[in-house]
């Protein structure tokens, strides 16, 4: 199986979801003061997950209707702007109604250290000028960097991807609370919406 090199954080995201829903079935017994059969998430720690994921939309999105010269991903980074700007301020009214405080959490760490890891890739794809080799990208916006724009939509549909599956494994399953876990079923809806909204464009315009 080939394995590109920025596939390497989501592998490692992706077993670290896998070592917690293994760790949420351990027939009660306890880890280190754990009850691994009870929610392995708290709500303070789902909390801060959807926090770090609207913190890094919105800093890729300020760089993208800096950078990017597509119309068609101009107009995806604002909804990305909006979108997100609506759900932080919306998630910060709900955690203070249910008295949640964000706490972190080792899913929360590398989730906060691949979106970092993604945000470097994409300033390093704004400091390129020049074409891609292969010069297939359809430059509507008629300036110089569609490397940044084709860069940016592939982060945003495998980001949104990974976040889909984190939802579904791991904080969903962790949260009983009604509220939290209505918030979280629409949150998912809308990061599906994104997911499928960057990937008709990665389709139009090419991947990095």
Not at 74 to 80: I, L, N, P, S
Request: charged letters at 15%.
């Amino acid at each position: 199986m080939r394995c590109s090199f920025r596939s390497i954080p989501a592998l490692v995201l992706g077993a670290a979801v896998a070592l917690l829903a293994a760790c949420s079935d351990n027939n009660g017994k306890k880890d280190g003061g754990i009850d691994a059969a009870g929610p392995s998430l708290s709500n303070g720690q789902v909390a801060q997950v959807l926090l770090s994921v609207n913190t890094a939309e919105l800093t890729q999105a300020q760089l993208a209707l800096a950078q990017a010269t597509l119309n068609d991903v101009r107009v995806y980074a604002q909804r990305m702007q909006d979108d997100h700007n609506a759900a932080q301020q919306r998630q910060q009214q709900l955690f203070q109604q249910l008295t949640i405080t964000p706490a972190d959490s080792n899913i929360n760490q590398m989730l906060v250290q691949q979106a970092n890891n993604n945000t470097a890739r994409l300033r390093a794809a704004g400091q390129d000028g020049g074409l891609p080799q292969d010069g297939g990208v359809v430059n509507d916006g008629g300036t110089n960097n569609p490397l940044f724009d084709r860069t940016y939509i592939d982060i945003q549909a495998g980001q949104h991807d990974q976040v889909l599956t984190l939802i579904d494994s791991a904080l969903l399953p962790a949260v009983q609370t009604g509220p939290l876990r209505n918030e979280l079923t629409a949150t998912r809806q809308t990061v599906q919406d994104h997911r499928d909204q960057a990937r008709t464009i990665r389709d139009r315009i090419g991947a990095p």
